[in-house]
């Protein structure tokens, strides 16, 4: 019998280890391309949404506040990374990263990452007094330190959940501040020093602390938003308006204020000051003292409120909405939304006299319909009043500590309490207010809750039974069918 034919590989073993060296550098170059790919995608990537539904636009007041900052900021996630909300926190950060490159941000999931969290808890154990000590944002610049509680970053209703046991509800996410809250964070730890608003007290102004209609508490939240720390001040004896007074406003005195009192404001005023004056025509007293103060500086406020027939919302024709704004600074976002005032008094420019070389520039910026009348003369002509006005007054060759003198004087003060605040758009008209005044031309731009979206899909039994069995038997079962056929034909 002849010998059997002397089996010969098919490939030599230098050939052989050539090939599974070639696989391993091959491998080895994929990994390291989609390593590349991911580090470069952590820090230098585009966002795009293709639906309406999720797309998170940053509002042109944090983009404009983020473009201005050059410090460094930490930002510590401090939260369970399975709550609902934690990817749309993170998303929302990441955008403000990409604005602003100096902020970094860390997260830190409290249930898992014990070590870390303590650590946490440690270097910031001062600001956890008090909180829940779970999904918190701590904003960090330099030493400065704001923490937002996670728990109020949405708002909620109460929903119905079918059960045909018992009446069940839930909490459904209606709203997100998330934008709204972190940027007032970044605003308080950027800024060196809160500024200060002081009100006048002691002539029947509305309260700053009050919690009732009439009250201020509102209105005073929306100045600790802004980073500005609301104060009452006594302007009576020798009680003098302090250096630190960043702005001062005067909310609807109801009796005269003294001529100290108002000498006092007046030198304020001249050594570059800030003030809202707001006037109503529910005051005690015919005239208060703020008209003759306004009157120094080329201002005319009207005894009679205006009534305009077709800009009200009430029967009695009491409040005016407001729709027509000038070209300014101060009322530019405002355009398309309405301001609501109760029975404004309206407020007109004098004839410019000149003052040490120079005069006020005034400017009216809200007004009336073009058919409004006065309220003591409903016969009277028909035309368009202005209720709010401004001065901006720089007197040539006198530098002063605060900058250019401003004024905002409104011919109603009822607009901004607690019953009105929330009505139209004067929320959003106070904060451009305050922050004209100050110069914070960054934050005059709209910033408001973003609605949030849920998507639910809602099975019989049946159809849930079908679906499980789709995706855990028919969908696996399927590859393995393929990889038989595959297999079997590899042997044939």
Not at 440 to 450: A, H, K, V, Y
């Amino acid at each position: 019998m002849a010998d059997a034919p002397e089996f010969k590989p098919s490939f030599s073993a230098a050939r052989r280890w050539g090939i599974r060296l070639d696989y391993v550098l091959r491998t080895a170059v994929v990994l390291a391309l989609v390593g590349m790919v991911n580090y470069l995608g952590a820090y230098w990537y585009y966002r795009t949404q293709l639906s309406s539904h999720t797309r998170q636009v940053l509002a042109p007041l944090t983009v404009n506040l983020l473009r201005s900052l050059t410090n460094d900021i930490k930002v510590t996630l401090f939260y369970d990374k399975e709550d609902p909300l934690f990817t749309t926190v993170s998303a929302l950060l990441k955008d403000y990263q990409n604005v602003h490159a100096g902020l970094r941000v860390k997260a830190v999931d409290y249930r898992w990452d014990a070590a870390e969290a303590e650590s946490i808890k440690k270097d910031y154990a001062s600001y956890f007094v008090g909180l829940t000590n779970k999904n918190l944002i701590i904003f960090d610049c330099g030493g400065r330190v704001k923490v937002v509680n996670g728990n109020a970053l949405a708002e909620y209703v109460p929903e119905r959940v079918a059960n045909e046991t018992e009446l069940e509800f839930r909490r459904k996410p209606v709203a997100f501040l998330g934008e709204k809250m972190f940027t007032a964070a970044l605003l308080a730890v950027t800024s060196p020093r809160p500024f200060k608003a002081c009100f006048l007290t002691g002539h029947g102004e509305h309260p700053l602390d009050g919690a009732d209609e009439s009250g201020y508490l509102a209105f005073s939240s929306v100045l600790r938003q802004n980073f500005i720390q609301p104060v009452g001040l006594s302007l009576v004896g020798t009680n003098v308006i302090p250096a630190d007074c960043d702005l001062l406003v005067i909310a609807g005195p109801m009796i005269e204020i003294s001529s100290s009192e108002l000498e006092k404001v007046q030198r304020y005023l001249q050594q570059g000051g800030r003030l809202m004056a707001l006037l109503n025509s529910a005051q005690r007293t015919r005239q208060t003292g703020l008209e003759q103060l306004l009157v120094r500086w080329n201002m005319i406020v009207g005894e009679s409120p205006v009534v305009d027939p077709e800009q009200t919302e009430s029967a009695t024709g009491s409040d005016v909405v407001i729709s027509a704004y000038a070209k300014h600074p101060l009322v530019n976002s405002m355009i398309g939304y309405g301001l609501y005032l109760i029975q404004p008094r309206p407020i007109s420019a004098m004839e410019l006299r000149s003052r040490d070389g120079g005069a006020p520039k005034i400017q009216p910026v809200a007004f009336t319909g073009t058919n409004a009348v006065m309220a003591g003369n409903l016969r009277g002509p028909r035309r368009q009043y202005a209720v709010a006005a401004v001065v901006e007054d720089a007197v040539p060759g006198v530098v002063t500590e605060r900058g250019a003198t401003r004024i905002l004087a409104v011919g109603d003060s009822l607009f901004l309490d607690n019953q009105c605040l929330e009505k139209w758009a004067n929320r959003d008209f106070a904060g451009y207010a305050v922050n004209w005044l100050l110069e914070r031309t960054q934050l005059l731009e709209g910033l408001g809750p973003r609605p949030i979206t849920e998507f639910r899909i809602t099975m019989t039994r049946a159809q849930t039974r079908t679906v499980q069995w789709i995706l855990l038997a028919a969908m696996p079962g399927a590859v393995l069918f393929l990889g038989g056929l595959v297999w079997l034909r590899r042997r044939s």
